[in-house]
C-alpha cells in the first residue's frame, strides 16, 4: 500500500453535464475531490456554444439529470426541446442544488497528465504551471468540444469577423443588415440558417455535402403539460432505460417488409409531424441495416424537402447522394429548408464551384468572390477522441495515449483503457455515450464508474487495470457492431470521418461508437461489475 501524501482521491477533468454529476457522486461516496475546468465557468458544451439556434434534439425532461426526483419536482423545462441559455441556467441550478461549486477550479486548463508507477497515482499539470496529484482521474470530457477549422489559404487575412459556431462570441453578435456566410451544413450549420436568415441583410451558405435533416417540431410545455410529465416520470425514465437510444422513442416492432406501402407511408407521415427523433428511432429497424428499406425511406424523406423548396433544383442540390437517411447522425431543424425560398440566402455548392481562398472581403470560389462582413465556420469537431489528444497523458512505461490511439480507439467497456491504470471515462470511446441521448449514458457511466472506485476502496486496491484480454474482446465487439450498421460506410464522425484532422480520411475507419443500443450496454456493464469486476486487475 502506498503512503504517499496526494492531493486527492480523484480528479475530475471537465465541468459539463459529466463532470457536475460525476462530482456529485465523489461526494456522496466520502472521496476528496475537485473539478479542473478550463473555462471561466462549468457547462461544457452549454456553456461555449452561444450560437444562435443552439438548443436540445432530446426532450428536455429526458436530457436533464435523474438521480434526484427532486429536480424534476423543483425545475420547469419551458421548451419541449430547451435552447442554450435555458440549458446553462438549469446545470446552474443543479451545481448549487448540491454545493458543487467549491469543489470546481475554472480556468484550470489540463496540459498533461503522468501515471506514477511507483506509487500508483495520476499527476496532474495544468497550464499554468500547477501539480496536482489523485489516485485517479475520472475524464469527464465532451465529445464535441474540439473544434476544428477547414484549411482555406487566407483565413487570416479575413477584415470582418470569423469564428467557429464553438467559439460564438459570448457578447452579442450585431448581424442586422450584415452579410453572412456560413460554411458547413452539418447539424450546426442547419440550426445557425435557420435561426438567422430572417434577422441578416444577406446569408450565403456554403455546402460541401448536404445532410439529411427532420423537422424538430419544437414547442413550450405549459405548467399543466410539466405536472402531467412529473406524474408520468417513473414511466418516461423506464421507456428511456428500454430503447436503444435512450429516448422515448420506441421502435416500430413490425418487419418492414411486411407491412403494406400505404401503410409504411402512413407510418412516416406520422412521425415526420411529430416532434423529436420519432422519424428516425421510431421506424422500422431495418432502415439502419437494408439498404433497399433505407432507399425506400430516403426517397419519402427526398419528397418531402422537394415539396418545401420552390426551385427544384435547389432542392436536389439539398439531397444527399452519398448516404442514405439516418445512416449519420440526423441533425433536427425548424424551418430550414424554407430559408432557402427567401431571396435574401444563396446556397454555394462547393462541389461545383469550390472555395480557392478566403480573402480580405470575403470568400472566393472558382466563380466568383462572395464579398462578407461575418463568416461563420459550422465545420465540425474532432469527435469524441479530439479532447483526449490534446493532453498529454501517459501511462505504463511513459506511453502515450494519443499514439496508443493513432489508428483508432481501443478500451475496455469504453471507459478504461489497458495500460493507463486508474483512469476513468465515464464517457469514453467505445462507450454508450456517443449515439445515444447523452446524459442518460452519462448517468449510466459515472454510476458504474463511481461504483468501481466504491469497490476498489472496499478492498483496500490502489490501482485498477483492465487486462488487454478483455479490452481486445470489447474491442472487436464494437467493431463486429459496426458491421451490421449501414453506418459503417458513412462519411461522419460516427467512423471518425473528419477531412480536417490529419489521419481521419474516409476509409480510416475509427470504431468510436457502441451501436448496440443502450439496453445491451448496460447488461454488458452489469456482467462485469456482479462478476467481481471480471476482466479488471487490482492490487
Not at 61 to 69: A, E, I, M
Not at 98 to 126: A, G, I, P
Not at 245 to 253: A, I, K, M, T, Y
Amino acid at each position: 500500500m502506498s503512503s504517499v501524501n496526494l492531493d486527492y482521491d480523484a480528479i475530475v477533468v471537465g465541468a459539463g453535464v459529466g463532470g457536475i454529476y460525476a462530482m456529485k457522486r465523489l461526494n456522496d461516496l466520502g472521496m476528496r475531490g475537485t473539478v479542473l475546468e478550463r473555462d471561466p465557468d462549468l457547462g461544457g458544451t452549454w456553456y461555449n456554444n452561444r450560437y444562435p439556434g443552439c438548443r436540445f434534439d432530446s426532450e428536455s425532461y429526458t436530457y436533464g439529470y435523474t438521480f434526484d426526483r427532486e429536480l424534476m419536482n423543483e425545475w420547469h423545462w419551458k421548451e419541449r426541446f430547451s435552447g442554450q441559455q435555458e440549458n446553462l441556467k438549469y446545470l446552474q441550478f443543479v451545481a448549487k442544488k448540491y454545493d458543487l461549486r467549491k469543489h470546481m477550479q475554472f480556468n484550470c486548463s489540463v496540459e498533461s497528465m503522468h501515471f506514477n508507477e511507483d506509487d500508483n497515482y495520476w499527476q496532474v499539470n495544468t497550464a499554468g504551471g500547477r501539480q496536482i496529484s489523485a489516485r485517479f482521474v475520472i475524464l469527464a470530457l465532451g465529445l464535441l468540444c474540439t473544434p476544428t477549422l477547414p484549411k482555406f489559404k487566407g483565413m487570416a487575412d479575413f477584415n470582418g469577423e470569423s469564428f467557429h459556431t464553438f467559439d460564438w462570441p459570448h457578447e452579442p453578435v450585431d448581424l442586422a443588415g450584415k452579410r453572412v456566410g456560413v460554411v458547413g451544413t452539418g447539424a450546426t450549420g442547419i440550426q445557425v440558417i435557420s435561426e438567422i436568415a430572417d434577422k441578416v441583410d444577406s446569408l450565403t451558405v456554403f455546402q460541401r455535402r448536404p445532410n439529411w435533416s427532420a423537422p424538430l417540431n419544437n414547442s413550450e410545455i405549459s405548467l399543466e403539460e410539466m405536472a402531467d410529465i412529473r406524474s408520468r416520470w417513473d414511466e418516461i425514465i423506464d421507456i428511456c432505460s428500454r430503447t436503444p437510444g435512450s429516448f422515448l422513442h420506441q421502435v416500430d416492432q413490425r418487419r418492414f417488409w411486411e407491412v403494406a406501402e400505404e401503410d409504411r407511408i402512413e407510418l412516416w407521415d406520422r412521425l415526420y409531424d411529430e416532434p423529436g427523433f420519432g422519424i428516425w428511432l421510431a421506424n422500422f429497424p431495418e432502415i439502419f441495416t437494408d439498404e433497399k428499406a433505407n432507399a425506400e425511406f430516403s426517397e419519402y424523406i427526398a419528397n418531402r424537402i422537394r415539396s418545401r423548396v420552390d426551385d427544384p433544383l435547389l432542392a436536389e442540390k439539398l439531397i444527399p447522394q452519398d448516404h442514405g437517411f439516418g445512416i449519420q447522425r440526423l441533425p433536427l431543424e425548424t424551418n430550414y429548408y424554407e430559408v432557402y425560398n427567401r431571396d435574401n440566402v444563396t446556397l454555394v455548392d462547393v462541389t461545383e464551384t469550390p472555395i480557392a481562398n478566403v480573402t480580405p472581403a470575403g470568400i472566393q470560389t472558382s466563380a466568383r468572390e462572395h464579398q462578407l462582413d461575418i463568416i461563420v465556420y459550422a465545420t465540425g469537431f474532432n469527435a469524441i477522441v479530439g479532447a483526449y489528444d490534446k493532453i498529454d497523458i501517459r501511462g505504463v512505461g511513459g506511453q502515450s495515449l494519443k499514439d496508443n490511439w493513432a489508428d483508432g480507439p481501443s478500451t475496455f467497456l469504453g471507459m478504461l483503457v489497458h495500460g493507463f491504470p486508474n483512469l476513468i471515462m465515464p464517457s469514453g470511446p467505445q462507450s454508450g455515450s456517443a449515439s445515444t441521448n447523452y446524459p442518460r449514458a452519462i448517468q449510466n457511466g459515472v454510476d458504474w464508474c463511481t461504483s468501481l472506485l466504491e469497490h476498489s476502496r472496499k478492498i483496500s486496491a490502489v490501482r485498477l487495470e483492465p487486462t488487454l484480454k478483455a479490452q481486445n474482446k470489447w474491442t472487436q465487439h464494437v467493431i463486429d457492431m459496426y458491421s451490421v450498421m449501414l453506418m459503417r460506410k458513412a462519411k461522419s464522425w460516427f467512423t471518425g470521418y473528419n477531412s480536417n484532422v490529419e489521419g481521419h480520411e474516409y476509409g480510416k475507419t475509427h470504431y468510436l461508437v457502441y451501436n448496440a443500443g443502450t439496453p445491451r450496454y448496460l447488461e454488458a456493464t452489469r456482467a462485469v461489475s456482479e462478476n467481481n469486476y471480471e476482466g479488471i486487475g487490482f492490487r
